[in-house]
């Protein structure tokens, strides 16, 4: 489960730091503003859809597949994801 963190750090610090104006992936961000909704908050407009797909997606290349595993998985992943975006968005403050 020790995944499920790295992901949502990395779903965090890309869209609340990366792809924001003035750093390192900014044209990034700036590119899928242009697209729909549905397309842009799982890559990388919302961080927890990010993760949730990331988790999704990722969590078939683990080997054993279970289905209630991987319901888990994603689960506590855009959890984890909601936590440390509220975490970020305290010290913002």
Known sequence: MLIT????????VFCEM???SGNIFAFYGRMIERLP?????PLGGCPKCMAGQIALWGYLLLPGYKFL??????????FLTEVLTLIYGKLQM
């Open 18 to 20: 990366l792809i924001t």
């Open 69 to 78: 595993d991987h319901l888990v998985f994603v689960i506590v992943t855009i």
């Open 37 to 41: 909704d549905w397309i842009t908050k």
């Open 5 to 12: 963190l790295y992901i949502a750090i990395f779903a965090v």
